[in-house]
């Protein structure tokens, strides 16, 4: 795996099908000092990250989203594969228990205020 300069920005891979979600959420991570990738449901985020999960720090995935599997499925495939890639999961709907989500992952309920997940992340980078 390659290695990023340590002053490069941290990457998250922000997967929401809803479309003002993604984007405000989006500008919020950017905002706080994260560079994003978008994808809109899981299979756009594999394909996004069969060529660039080198890059990736932080997998940002709503749970309920439609295409061929939902959140916590694609976390299972993230962490199998690329086992680096920190996991956040976000639901409005489901609550999955912590031994639900793969790797030690976190989960916040939607809806959540930029604040939570930028917490969130900054706090599993560094137990990284």
Request: one cysteine or more; hydrophobic letters at 45%.
């Amino acid at each position: 795996m390659k290695r990023r300069p340590p002053e490069a920005l941290p990457v998250v891979l922000l997967v929401e099908d809803e479309p003002l979600v993604r984007m405000t959420a989006a500008d919020e991570l950017e905002d706080a000092g994260f560079q994003v990738l978008e994808a809109a449901n899981a299979d756009i985020a594999l394909a996004m990250l069969q060529s660039r999960a080198d890059e990736v720090d932080i997998l940002f995935t709503d749970i309920d989203m439609p295409g061929s599997m939902d959140g916590v499925s694609l976390a299972e495939r993230v962490h199998a594969t690329w086992p680096h890639i920190l996991l956040l999961l976000s639901s409005g709907y489901a609550r999955p228990s912590e031994d639900e989500i793969p790797d030690h992952g976190h989960f916040i309920p939607k809806p959540y205020g930029p604040p939570t997940v930028i917490c969130h992340i900054r706090e599993m980078m560094d137990r990284a």
